[in-house]
């Protein structure tokens, strides 16, 4: 059987062969390869030899270079991080301290090196890291390890003070060491205290507001009502009827008080609403049931001032509303509707999807409309847009106390308005 | 197609191989020369008389291939008669390396594309970049062209080199295209190196064009010349056996040829564009890996049956690593490529040829690339 040889040296005599017609092996040639072949082998060798020395130094330098360059960044981490850290062995002795160490114990970082971790704690907790440390070795469940505390030092000179700790473990070729991060919480603390004294005027500033509102609401009204009362008694006295004198003037008593009310009830609507005691009950509530109710109630005024009211449209939809608070913001917007229309004029309450999971809900006048110039101001508290000095009844809270309502529903508010031509006041509501 | 062979060496003077050559005009001779006969054109001007009214192309070289041999000072040519094909032959002028891309445009839209089958390209190997050359002729021929073909040599001078194509004298500074047409004409191409990267891989951190001066932010030559070792003290030679692995962002990598040093910039100059950002390692190579590469590369082309031209580019630096060995590479792609195919090539300052599965041509350094040519 033919003896076989590596592929290289089947080749190469293969190319010995190559041109004799005999097959025969031209061994002068073979050898001549064979020779090459050697050499390049120990050619390459060397080169490989070379090549794996120098990487072997490339990777060495390269090591040392990384070493140095993390050693520089954790030292320039450590000197400039504002927390203190201090590193234990695993009898609590300290082998390193950063700056701020210094500055919050108030001792040189040479002193600290060499003491227990005791000695940074007030005598009741002196014991504490020393416990730490056992039960974390004992058991190995980390105790202050991995997770931040709010505990107590003591620096030098006595002064004990909060800090938040945390302690990191880290193992090294030579042991475990206990890498404890000291933030001071002096000041922090301080600013809590404050915060929380703030908070407790603030309640107790909203406690006294909410008793003024509501000492007020009954000051106020009882007369008020008293006022309102007599005046109708004296308009529907059967034994005695009023003169037409008599009769204007026990109107203007009325009107003047009826006005008077409302204004309070706004007032203190508004006031309830800054301070947050505004309950709003948000539920299911049909537009048209809402819509229709309110129509009714404007028709009066409406009547009054020859305002045609346009045909209400049902909107067969259903909102997320506070059926008491959506009924007193429609109102006050057709109330407006009415008051800032002119003599004679129309009043169009009407409804639309806006959007998708929306419900617009606009009124629309036929009034003078509202300069650009006066938008920005339009929801602000008493602002009347120089209506001040009109024969126009009112105070300025009217769409104050709407928007809020709206946005306390969860809904939107805005206008639309021309000079000339009109406003729409329209509000958005989250349909069901 | 009938293809016959001449060969002028000192020697033996002229002896011509192959079939008794037509009557009518060749339609195509190739040459190669040794660069010496371009300096004293007397046995070209013989050539060429021999072939009167034949389009002719030709240039000098780092060694002449010619069916299977290898040869030194040697005139070697192939004539070719093509059933129903013709070669075109254009050329242009270039100045300096910083006009290939240019060059490579204007030459290419010299070829009437139409029936265009392949581009068989012989450039000026010292005054062009051949990155730049490739770049212009791809960006006016189709892509479904073969554009093949290498850089003239000058020996192992890298002085000048001379390119050759029809009217006129030969000349350096010069780019020739020989555009092949005709129904039947199909060229196909293979090209490998045999090179093996060692060392660690390096990222070029500052280049310019083919001058590569930082690696990993140490310059280039202090590297290059710490891996090397005693076989640094025969820089510049040395270079071409040493060339590096260049890999770039798409993944792919060539092999790129030293051409020079310089000692005092501490840079290295090469056949080829190095860009920044690169990743290079160093290669060798043994003689037996260049002939297994060799073959590899005729085993890239397959299925030719009958008659076949195949221009043969190796690099010089291959030739200077086999030394006498370098005929092996040239026996095995012979052997492989079988009796009816007639070689001619030669050692070349660069490589041009499809690579990989993208198929569209690149500048090699360091491979043996084969281009046949066939009629069906």
Redesign the interface.
Same mark, same amino acid.
């Given at each position: 059987m033919a003896k076989t040889f590596p592929p290289?040296l089947e #080749?190469?005599l293969a #190319?010995a062969r #190559?041109g004799r017609e005999d097959g025969s092996v031209d061994m002068d040639r073979l050898l001549? %390869?064979v020779a090459? /072949?050697y050499e390049? %082998?120990d050619?390459?060798r #060397?080169?490989?030899e070379? /090549?794996l020395n120098? %990487?072997e130094k490339?990777l060495r330098a390269v090591n040392e270079r990384l070493r140095e360059e993390a050693e520089a960044l954790v030292k320039t981490i450590l000197s400039n991080v504002g927390d203190g850290v201090v590193i234990a062995d695993e009898q609590g002795i300290i082998e390193s301290v950063n700056a701020a160490i210094e500055t919050t114990f108030r001792v040189p970082a040479d002193d600290m090196i060499g003491r227990n971790l005791a000695s940074l704690m007030p005598s009741p907790r002196a014991g504490d890291p020393d416990k730490y440390i056992s039960d974390s070795l004992n058991t190995g469940i980390p105790h202050v390890l991995n997770t931040t505390i709010q505990t107590e030092a003591i620096r030098s000179g006595g002064e004990v003070f909060p800090i938040e700790l945390s302690v990191g473990e880290l193992l090294r070729a030579d042991g475990r060491r206990f890498v404890g991060i000291i933030r001071d919480i002096t000041t922090r603390k301080a600013a809590e205290a404050e915060i929380l004294r703030a908070r407790d005027e603030a309640e107790a500033a909203s406690r006294a507001k909410s008793e003024f509102l509501s000492a007020m609401s009954h000051e106020l009204r009882t007369p008020l009502n008293a006022v309102i009362g007599f005046a109708q008694l004296l308009e529907f006295n059967p034994g005695s009827p009023l003169d037409d004198e008599q009769k204007m003037c026990v109107d203007h008593i009325m009107g003047g008080g009826k006005h008077l009310l409302d204004l309070i009830d706004q007032v203190l609507d508004l006031a309830r609403i800054e301070s947050g005691q505004l309950n709003i009950l948000v539920e299911d509530v049909a537009v048209d049931d809402i819509a229709v109710q309110c129509l009714q109630l404007i028709a009066p005024q409406a009547l009054a001032r020859s305002i045609t009211v346009a045909n209400w449209s049902d909107a067969h939809a259903t909102v997320r509303a506070d059926a008491v608070r959506f009924k007193q913001v429609l109102l006050n917007l057709l109330s407006n509707a009415v008051k800032y229309n002119r003599e004679g004029g129309t009043l169009t309450l009407a409804s639309d999807r806006s959007e998708p999971g929306w419900i617009w809900i606009g009124v629309t006048d036929t009034g003078e409309g509202i300069p650009e110039s006066l938008h920005s101001g339009l929801f602000e508290p008493f602002n009347r847009l120089g209506k001040e000095s009109s024969d126009i009844l009112g105070a300025g809270v009217g769409l104050t106390v709407t928007k809020q309502l709206v946005e306390a529903m969860g809904g939107r508010i805005g206008f639309d308005s021309e000079v000339g031509r009109g406003s729409t006041f329209w509000v958005e509501l989250p349909e069901v | 197609m009938l293809i016959r062979q001449v060969l002028w060496t000192d020697e033996d003077g002229w002896r011509d191989f192959g079939p008794d050559a037509p009557e009518r005009a060749a339609d195509l001779v190739l040459y190669v020369a040794a660069p010496a006969h371009f300096r004293d054109p007397l046995r070209i001007d013989e050539l060429k008389a021999r072939f009167p009214g034949a389009p002719i192309a030709g240039c000098s070289t780092g060694g002449e291939i010619l069916g299977g041999e290898v040869y030194e000072n040697s005139v070697a040519a192939s004539a070719v008669w093509f059933d129903d094909g013709a070669a075109v032959i254009v050329s242009e002028p270039i100045d300096g390396a910083d006009q290939s891309e240019p060059v490579g445009a204007r030459a290419a839209k010299r070829l009437d594309p139409d029936g265009l089958k392949g581009v068989l390209v012989l450039s000026d190997g010292t005054r062009v970049n051949g990155t730049g050359l490739v770049r212009g002729l791809q960006g006016v021929l189709a892509t479904t062209v073969p554009i093949a073909g290498g850089l003239a040599g000058d020996g192992t001078a890298f002085q000048s080199t001379f390119v050759d194509c029809n009217a006129g004298a030969p000349a350096s500074g010069r780019v020739a295209l020989i555009g092949l047409y005709g129904p039947g004409i199909g060229v196909l191409t293979g090209s490998f190196g045999g090179w093996v990267p060692f060392g660690p891989e390096r990222r070029v951190t500052r280049a310019h064009d083919n001058v590569l001066e930082e690696l990993d932010n140490e310059p280039a030559l202090d590297l290059y010349k710490r891996y090397l070792g005693e076989e640094a003290e025969r820089l510049p030679a040395s270079a071409l056996l040493f060339p590096l692995r260049l890999q770039t962002s798409d993944g792919h990598s060539i092999t790129r040829t030293v051409l020079g040093v310089d000692e005092e910039r501490k840079t290295m100059t090469f056949a080829g564009d190095i860009p920044k950002g690169a990743v290079v390692q160093l290669m060798r190579s043994t003689i037996e890996r260049l002939i297994d590469g060799a073959e590899e590369a005729a085993m890239q082309i397959t299925g030719i049956n009958g008659p076949c031209l195949s221009v043969l580019v190796s690099c010089i630096g291959r030739h200077l690593v086999m030394g006498q060995h370098t005929v092996e590479e040239v026996k095995v792609v012979a052997d492989h490529l079988g009796p009816d195919n007639r070689q001619i090539g030669f050692y070349s300052y660069g490589e041009l040829s499809p690579s990989g599965l993208q198929g569209r041509c690149e500048l090699h350094n360091q491979t043996m690339t084969v281009v046949t040519v066939t009629e069906r």
């Open positions: 290289l #080749r190469q #190319r #190559r001549d %390869m090459s /072949a390049d %082998m050619s390459e #060397r080169l490989s070379r /090549a120098l %990487m490339e | -």
